[in-house]
């Protein structure tokens, strides 16, 4: 079965992913991957690269036409990348057996176009929290049977025995609001630990998160410790795990939860749909509404660590079942094999994202009001369409216009 793969890079979790996956591939699964920008990190590439598949980046439109043709399934990699919208909007792909692999939740801003669920072969989510999106639930039964979930986070294999008794507290994960929650400062403020809770992953100098910790009443009750190159190694000694995130976050698969569970850290999250999908309250972690119950809960975790070893012991347990690269390699071989037996056929990407980079980025953005970002451009950001596309006049009088409304808003 030859499966070309079109994505936009593989950092990541979606690197990390396939990385996984193709060391559980068997010998009738030959990969390959379509790059739409070139890597800046190679590290999943090369386990890719290890296990017999075989990586490019993505030259021109011909590129891309010449291995879709060749494909018995064509996998799209789906989130809101502009470059992923540019390749199936003008590079006028051939017919293909294809599935679309989301990797954003689509219950939040960036959505996923409504046509995209119905008109590859078909579609996947990476967490069933998707199955209770808006757009999913208006779908007939019978189109929402063409839907399937296949997840994406998978624990460490090796996982070390649970340290039952730790009681340090750390996060690990993107260090910035569009992910995190802007309540984990007050949560730790108001738990008033006896030790600092450890913050791993890169932060920008000028990020609102380092001022936000400043301004905390015991700005030494965080410790922001930077990138992790180890994340095992990082929560090594870890008995916490402190994963507030914001309320309307894209994630699904969550590596950053499911790998501390896998080694034993019991989890405190906010009642997020990712998240809730995750952890089982009071069997596998913790999960609260509020700050003043989140805050109570961290105290409580922090006091009795007697009562989180069983705790620790079902995470790792339930991980290592439900969130397993061997299980999802395999239903993904199933789904092949499947498909195999329908017909290629073209879809019109034009009539269901539009056709120009503006269309592209209000096709992710619902009802919403999307505001232009000042700073780095953030993943599928109106900054990021604009880089990609900086002399497009559509997206740049968006931009005005979104700054505008902002400044006087």
């Given at each position: 079965?030859?499966?070309?793969?079109?994505?936009?890079?593989?950092?990541?979790?979606?690197?990390?992913?396939?990385?996984?996956?193709?060391?559980?591939?068997?010998?009738?699964?030959?990969?390959?991957?379509?790059?739409?920008?070139?890597?800046?990190?190679?590290?999943?590439?090369?386990?890719?690269?290890?296990?017999?598949?075989?990586?490019?980046?993505?030259?021109?439109?011909?590129?891309?036409?010449?291995?879709?043709?060749?494909?018995?399934?064509?996998?799209?990699?789906?989130?809101?990348?502009?470059?992923?919208?540019?390749?199936?909007?003008?590079?006028?792909?051939?017919?293909?057996?294809?599935?679309?692999?989301?990797?954003?939740?689509?219950?939040?801003?960036?959505?996923?176009?409504?046509?995209?669920?119905?008109?590859?072969?078909?579609?996947?989510?990476?967490?069933?929290?998707?199955?209770?999106?808006?757009?999913?639930?208006?779908?007939?039964?019978?189109?929402?049977?063409?839907?399937?979930?296949?997840?994406?986070?998978?624990?460490?294999?090796?996982?070390?025995?649970?340290?039952?008794?730790?009681?340090?507290?750390?996060?690990?994960?993107?260090?910035?609001?569009?992910?995190?929650?802007?309540?984990?400062?007050?949560?730790?403020?108001?738990?008033?630990?006896?030790?600092?809770?450890?913050?791993?992953?890169?932060?920008?100098?000028?990020?609102?998160?380092?001022?936000?910790?400043?301004?905390?009443?015991?700005?030494?009750?965080?410790?922001?410790?930077?990138?992790?190159?180890?994340?095992?190694?990082?929560?090594?000694?870890?008995?916490?795990?402190?994963?507030?995130?914001?309320?309307?976050?894209?994630?699904?698969?969550?590596?950053?939860?499911?790998?501390?569970?896998?080694?034993?850290?019991?989890?405190?999250?906010?009642?997020?749909?990712?998240?809730?999908?995750?952890?089982?309250?009071?069997?596998?972690?913790?999960?609260?509404?509020?700050?003043?119950?989140?805050?109570?809960?961290?105290?409580?975790?922090?006091?009795?660590?007697?009562?989180?070893?069983?705790?620790?012991?079902?995470?790792?347990?339930?991980?290592?079942?439900?969130?397993?690269?061997?299980?999802?390699?395999?239903?993904?071989?199933?789904?092949?094999?499947?498909?195999?037996r329908t017909e290629k056929r073209t879809l019109d990407y034009p009539a269901l994202l539009g056709t120009t980079p503006a269309d592209w980025f209000l096709s992710t953005q619902g009802e919403t009001v999307a505001?232009?970002?000042?700073?780095?451009?953030?993943?599928?950001?109106?900054?990021?369409?604009?880089?990609?596309?900086?002399?497009?006049?559509?997206?740049?009088?968006?931009?005005?216009?979104?700054?505008?409304?902002a400044r006087t808003g």
């Amino acid at each position: 079965m030859r499966i070309v793969h079109i994505t936009a890079h593989l950092g990541g979790g979606v690197g990390k992913a396939h990385g996984a996956l193709c060391a559980q591939d068997g010998p009738d699964v030959e990969r390959h991957y379509l790059l739409l920008e070139p890597p800046r990190d190679t590290r999943y590439v090369d386990a890719i690269r290890a296990a017999g598949a075989t990586v490019d980046v993505v030259q021109d439109a011909a590129h891309v036409q010449r291995r879709v043709a060749g494909a018995d399934i064509v996998q799209i990699e789906w989130w809101n990348h502009p470059r992923l919208y540019e390749c199936l909007s003008r590079f006028d792909l051939p017919a293909s057996r294809t599935i679309l692999w989301s990797h954003i939740s689509g219950l939040f801003a960036p959505f996923i176009p409504a046509g995209l669920l119905t008109a590859p072969h078909r579609f996947l989510f990476t967490s069933p929290c998707s199955l209770d999106a808006p757009s999913v639930q208006a779908l007939t039964p019978q189109d929402r049977a063409r839907l399937g979930v296949i997840n994406s986070g998978f624990g460490f294999e090796a996982a070390r025995a649970p340290d039952t008794g730790a009681r340090d507290v750390a996060y690990l994960g993107t260090v910035d609001f569009s992910k995190l929650s802007p309540d984990f400062f007050a949560v730790v403020d108001r738990a008033g630990l006896d030790r600092p809770v450890s913050i791993w992953g890169a932060v920008d100098a000028d990020s609102e998160v380092l001022a936000r910790a400043a301004a905390m009443e015991r700005p030494d009750a965080v410790r922001f410790r930077g990138h992790a190159d180890d994340p095992q190694a990082a929560l090594r000694g870890v008995g916490l795990f402190l994963y507030l995130l914001q309320p309307h976050h894209f994630g699904t698969a969550e590596n950053a939860l499911i790998e501390a569970m896998s080694l034993g850290c019991v989890p405190l999250v906010f009642a997020n749909p990712a998240e809730c999908a995750i952890v089982d309250h009071g069997r596998t972690g913790f999960i609260e509404s509020s700050v003043d119950a989140a805050a109570e809960r961290l105290r409580w975790m922090v006091e009795h660590p007697a009562e989180l070893r069983a705790i620790a012991r079902n995470a790792v347990e339930a991980v290592s079942v439900t969130h397993s690269a061997r299980q999802s390699a395999d239903d993904f071989a199933a789904l092949y094999r499947s498909l195999l037996r329908t017909e290629k056929r073209t879809l019109d990407y034009p009539a269901l994202l539009g056709t120009t980079p503006a269309d592209w980025f209000l096709s992710t953005q619902g009802e919403t009001v999307a505001t232009a970002q000042p700073g780095a451009a953030r993943k599928g950001s109106l900054a990021h369409f604009l880089q990609c596309f900086p002399d497009d006049n559509a997206l740049r009088d968006l931009a005005g216009e979104r700054l505008s409304s902002a400044r006087t808003g």
